[in-house]
């Protein structure tokens, strides 16, 4: 297919053929689940290449992710896809209202590279579920799992109905530069607002998952060796290249010698007196950015890890201690095996302090008190987050993923990643049986007759 014409030969494919059936839909997925497991080995090979991701990582949050997400989808798009019959009031008698859920047609993903396979595949699996044709654009960053991608694609749909296209920010452009019915985009902030200009130009709906910092509160009632494991956890998986990783953490003054102090063992534990020769520990992406994280890291105010080899693409797990807002370090989102602690005096200032903020992607409060919690809520506009926990708020399909104002719009995962790619065609439908006239001019004296249906 020629990449400059793909939406719109993929555009008259949809309009002369019709969105696909729901069983076929179904035999899709079911295809595209059987040979994900039948290719489990290659793609966690692809994905330890290009980011040194254990199998473990690499299943959980990659592989096993996607299969739960087929197997949610598969259950219940039948009765996603289902017509919805809703109320109609009194004043359009007899009449009957329907919402009939449909494709948006041919959608675009456009996909990162920290989790290459997740956020590549699932988009796409709810937007065929949802009927559309979809072309799919894997990062540039990540060959190896880019090209496992396109094969595993390939041989599961036919091109008229999902498309690879490899290649970077040339064949991006080529491809928003066309009227997609859909696009869905999930990467940094500033390639975010290129897509939605390209988009304004032929109107088409966005999703948009991009970053920013996502704050970590630690309240005085913490359990403070269970907040330090647990932020750890979520930080250093996958090197930190995790857009929900928390981006800092805020601590009490205090306490804060004690929190590095856990955190410390928590990375022991983890990763060993080395990380480097750690099979569990993950790689960054490429030179440029080892060497963009490097220029954050402060070895004044290092407190654990801070060593690197270029070579390797390795950077320890560093923690940074004593850090302010004025530090390089809380100047862009880290992305990188890098957690600046920030010492705070008081709660009530330290939650002014990230509210004032952009909007986060996410938000993790460590306490154990209910009206900290609900204060924190209220006062905070943030994507999502957690309580008592870091990152898992994205592993349950029934809570909606996606970021607010400048981390994003939109969100996806079970549900709504089929709803994200669906039109709901909202349809009245009347009696021709008889014709109530209270509608038509003249309409001298219906007024009053109308009021007494109204409220
Ligand atoms: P990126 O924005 O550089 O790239 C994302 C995609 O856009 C890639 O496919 C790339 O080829 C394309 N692209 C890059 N520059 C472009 C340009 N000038 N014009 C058109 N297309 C272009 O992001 P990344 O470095 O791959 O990923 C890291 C960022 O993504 C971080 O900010 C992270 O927080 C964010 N992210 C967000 C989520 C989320 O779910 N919200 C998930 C993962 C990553």
């Known amino acids: ?32 689940r ?15 290449q290009d980011l040194g991701k254990s199998s473990f990582e690499a299943y959980v949050s990659e592989i096993g992710f996607i299969l739960e997400e087929i197997a949610f989808t598969l259950e219940h798009v039948e009765e996603w896809a289902n017509e919805i019959r809703v109320a109609t009031p009194m004043t359009l008698f007899p009449g009957k209202s329907t919402i009939y859920p449909g494709p948006y047609g041919v959608v675009l993903v456009i996909s990162p590279w920290n989790y290459p396979f997740q956020l590549c595949l699932s988009p796409l699996v709810g937007a065929v579920a949802a009927g559309n044709r979809v072309v799919v654009k894997p990062s540039e960053f990540v060959p190896k799992t880019s090209s496992a991608i396109s094969a595993l694609l390939t041989e599961v749909f036919p091109e008229n109905e999902v498309l690879v296209v490899l290649g970077g920010v040339a064949e991006t452009q080529l491809l928003l530069s066309q009227a997609f019915d859909y696009i869905f985009f999930t ?37 403070l060796a269970l907040a330090a494991r647990r932020c750890a956890w979520g930080k250093f998986l996958n ?48 030179e440029a950015h080892f060497d963009r994280l ?6 004044n105010k290092t407190s654990v890890g801070g060593s690197s080899v270029r070579a390797d693409r390795y950077l320890a797990p560093t923690v940074m201690r004593d850090v302010v807002w004025a530090d390089p370090v809380m100047a862009e989102e880290i992305f990188g095996p890098v957690l600046p602690v920030l010492p705070y005096d008081d709660f009530a200032t330290a939650l002014n302090e990230v509210a004032s903020r952009p909007k986060p992607l996410a938000l993790y409060l460590f306490t154990e008190r209910e009206a900290v919690k609900r204060e924190v809520i209220r006062r905070v506009s943030f994507g999502g987050g957690c309580v008592n926990d870091t990152v898992l708020h994205l592993a349950n399909p029934n809570l909606p993923f996606g970021g607010v104002g400048p981390s994003g719009m939109g969100s996806y995962h079970g549900r709504k990643t089929f ?37």
Not at 192 to 217: D, N
Not at 261 to 280: C, H, M, Q
Not at 424 to 433: D, G
């Open 1 to 32: 297919m020629n990449l400059g014409t793909i939406a719109a030969d993929l555009q008259t494919e949809h309009r002369t053929s019709g969105p696909l059936q729901v069983s076929l839909r179904k035999k899709r997925l079911t295809a595209l």
């Open 34 to 48: 059987d040979a994900i497991r039948r290719n489990e080995a290659l793609l966690s090979d692809a994905l330890a």
């Open 187 to 223: 990467g940094s902030s500033a390639v975010g607002k290129i897509v939605m200009r390209a988009a304004a130009e032929h109107l088409t709906p966005v999703t948009l998952e991009l970053g920013g910092k996502s704050p970590c509160l630690i309240e005085a009632s913490a359990n």
């Open 239 to 286: 090197a930190g290249q995790t857009c929900v990783a928390p981006d800092y953490v805020l601590v009490p003054r205090e306490l804060q010698e004690r929190f590095i102090e856990e955190l410390r063992s928590a990375i022991l534990n983890f990763y060993g007196f080395d990380p480097k020769t750690s099979p569990d520990y993950g790689r960054i992406v490429s």
């Open 294 to 299: 490097l220029k954050l890291v402060d070895s």
């Open 419 to 455: 709803e994200t790619f669906t039109h709901y065609k909202a349809l009245f439908e009347q009696t021709t049986a008889v014709d109530v006239p209270l509608r038509y001019p003249p309409y001298k004296g219906k007024l009053s007759w109308l009021k007494l249906f109204l409220r």
